[in-house]
């Protein structure tokens, strides 16, 4: 008989060859960086004298690099962007003297089965240019309808690979994107590192639609001119030149490093090995530490070093993305470098220079009193324009508007823990958890990372105004001498958010009395009009609304024990709830929202993936807990409790707790509305 606990093994099966070339695409094409690299080097590789790229939103919506190189052969149009067909390798024992960028063949068709690909191209022979389709490494047709061969266009000698939408057969890896300036910034600085390297080459690169380049280079610039022309002139003036050759390493260095004079916060390091983009993190390592005897605590050093090693010597098929490469004597040629940079670095350190005020040939030097006396007269005068006009006593615009229910023209804020709160509080003997999840930590960390310090500082140093459309969610505040218009829904959500991160697992309790009844709410939040807040999905709106409930219903219950503990839900085996997290003090979210709230867990969540489950679980609570907007008909006295909650407890823990995102910019919760600067130059013409 057989064991009726052991587990049968699964058939195998090959993969679809899709799936495979999907797998294989993103490996080799991780973000968009990653694309433009590979296409900049194709580039290069066809002799260009002229490579542009243009960008938009990231290089996730277009990509598009034209260069003037030897162009593409009609011919060979049909198996461009087929996996391993490349001009540059017929055997394997080609890799061993491999001098080009490219060698597998890999590029074109990743970039294929993740995108929209166009390519233009023309050959010094050809009388006219040739433009192809393709798809899943596949010609296909421009337009239903349409042949899918290439069709004769107007063009110049060269090729234009231009790739729309990126990953959008792969939404998990687009939705990583989510800030397109930080694409931007990484595509601009693969740009910028070849600029440098590949002097006798003019490169650009802008956004799509943008007359200004982020980066622009010349043919005819030098090495050190391009430096000057991306890094700025303080880099420029204080390079050094470095000559390092070993005959019995087999390998030459050529580079530019900074001297003791020029250090930043950050290594800048700039190596192409056998001309080819990489990184070495033992080279790296060791140059800092060269430079740690040289430089104050905390600088680094820009470094520019192209290496040339013989190419029997390397493996350059080590990583997909062609990112590091082998080869033989690492140590050794590591140290020898470091030696040349360090020796370079004690030549031309027996003096330092330093920026100094001298005085003017034939005045004296004052005495102690006379520079108190002349310093005091120098001292900048503030105008009247630039003067910031603020009091925390003074009344805020809402303490002249008539309402009822709030204190009205009272010198000194409320606390969220003052004696006029509506809520009654209880210490309970619970002691705090020290939870150290990986998931939370890494959570925190994308929060740091999406840090806008401008922003933050605006928040913590704010001057309440008022309410401006509480139906909208809006209210004004100052900062300095401007005046800003901010989302409060949206920041709001933001911070509920961050302090479900920092007070993960140790969230007070909004006690129910009597317990709710778990079935009932999500029954009443079934009922809510498809256009509300609870709107399901397409593919939840086919289901039966009691096979709806029913699953929602099943799937808390079943998570009750893990709610309980990390988010303060207490639910009981019976369905009834009985508590629901208290965030933050002085202030209750709207219990209207709740059976909406109870009911997006079930679809919003993502319960099989602890990271995105805590994610997404939040995300939903910040949401239940933001200020929901006053509209005409709302209930007076909630409608005075959010009014009130706004200026006495949310914006003062904007203050003290929100750590302000950039997207919190980018999707414009925060507009500047006026300046004082700004309006004195409008009363003067006036």
Not at 53 to 59: A, H, N, Y
Not at 463 to 486: F, M, N, P, S
Not at 637 to 655: D, G, M, S, W
Not at 666 to 678: D, G, H, M, S, T
């Amino acid at each position: 008989m057989a064991d009726s606990g052991r587990k049968e093994p699964k058939p195998i099966r090959a993969l679809d060859i899709t799936v495979v070339n999907r797998i294989a695409a993103g490996e080799i094409i991780q973000r968009p960086a990653n694309a433009l690299k590979e296409l900049i080097e194709n580039s290069i590789d066809a002799g260009s004298t002229s490579i542009d790229v243009v960008v938009k939103e990231g290089g996730v919506k277009l990509l598009q690099i034209t260069d003037n190189g030897c162009g593409i052969r009609k011919e060979d149009m049909e198996i461009l962007c087929e996996r391993f067909t490349t001009s540059k390798l017929q055997n394997f024992d080609d890799l061993s003297s491999i001098a080009t960028y490219g060698f597998r063949g890999e590029a074109l068709a990743s970039i294929s089965h993740i995108a929209h690909v166009t390519i233009t191209t023309k050959t010094a022979e050809s009388p006219c240019a040739w433009r192809a389709t393709y798809s899943d490494g596949k010609l296909v047709p421009a337009k239903p309808g349409q042949s899918a061969d290439p069709k004769p266009v107007a063009g110049k000698t060269g090729t234009q690979i231009t790739a729309e939408d990126l990953f959008y057969n792969v939404p998990t890896r687009r939705r990583a994107f989510r800030n397109a300036n930080d694409e931007y910034m990484r595509l601009l600085d693969v740009v910028q590192r070849y600029a440098v390297h590949s002097a006798g080459i003019s490169m650009s690169c802008k956004r799509h639609g943008d007359t200004a380049y982020g980066c622009s280079t010349v043919q005819r610039a030098t090495t050190k001119d391009n430096i000057r022309q991306i890094y700025g002139a303080s880099v420029a003036g204080e390079l050094l030149s470095i000559e390092v050759k070993d005959e019995g390493l087999a390998f030459k260095v050529e580079g530019l490093a900074t001297n003791a004079n020029y250090h930043v916060k950050k290594t800048t390091m700039l190596l192409f090995i056998n001309h080819r983009l990489v990184e070495s993190t033992s080279l790296k390592r060791g140059l800092e530490q060269i430079y740690a005897t040289f430089l104050p605590k905390g600088g680094h050093p820009f470094l520019y070093l192209s290496l040339e090693i013989e190419p029997s010597r390397v493996d350059v098929n080590v990583h997909p993305t062609k990112r590091e490469v082998n080869f033989l004597h690492e140590e050794e040629i590591v140290e020898c470098i470091c030696q040349a940079v360090g020796a370079k670095l004690r030549e031309t350190d027996s003096s330092r220079r330093f920026e100094v005020q001298t005085l003017l040939p034939g005045v004296t030097e004052l005495d102690a009193a006379d520079k108190a006396a002349a310093l005091q007269k120098t001292q900048t005068k503030v105008y009247e324009k630039n003067m910031v006009r603020t009091d925390s006593r003074a009344q805020a615009i809402t303490s002249f508007l008539s309402s009822t229910g709030v204190p009205s023209g009272s010198s000194e804020p409320q606390g969220p823990a003052s004696s006029d709160t509506p809520y009654e509080y209880e210490h309970t003997e619970k002691t705090r958890t020290n939870l150290r999840l990986a998931s939370i930590k890494e959570l925190k960390c994308v929060v740091r990372d999406q840090v806008h310090n401008g922003l933050s500082d605006l928040f913590a140093n704010h001057t309440w105004v008022g309410l401006v459309d509480e139906k909208r969610r809006l209210a004004a505040v100052q900062h300095t001498t401007k005046l800003y218009l901010i989302d409060y829904g949206a920041v709001s959500c933001e911070l509920f958010y961050q302090i479900g991160l920092t007070e993960f697992g140790n969230y007070g309790s909004i006690r129910l009395q009597p317990p709710l009844n778990l079935k009932s709410l999500l029954e009443a939040a079934m009922e809510v009009d498809e256009g509300g807040d609870t709107a399901m999905e397409d593919d939840e709106k086919a289901l039966d609304r009691a096979e709806v409930v029913q699953a929602v219903y099943e799937q808390l219950v079943s998570k009750r024990e893990m709610i309980g503990d990390y988010f303060s839900i207490e639910l009981s085996e019976d369905g009834d709830i009985s508590s629901i997290p208290l965030l933050v003090k002085g202030y209750v979210p709207s219990l209207a929202k709740l059976p909406g709230f109870l009911l997006r867990l079930g679809p919003n969540v993502d319960w099989y993936n602890e990271k995105a489950c805590f994610e997404t679980f939040l995300r939903e609570l910040a949401i239940f807990y933001a200020p929901e907007p006053i509209v005409k008909g709302s209930d007076e006295n909630r409608a005075t409790e959010v009014k009130a909650a706004i200026e006495k407890v949310l914006f003062p823990a904007f203050k003290k707790r929100l750590v302000a995102t950039k997207n919190l910019l980018l999707e414009k919760r925060v507009i500047e509305i006026a300046n004082l600067p700004a309006l004195y130059r409008v009363f003067e013409r006036c």
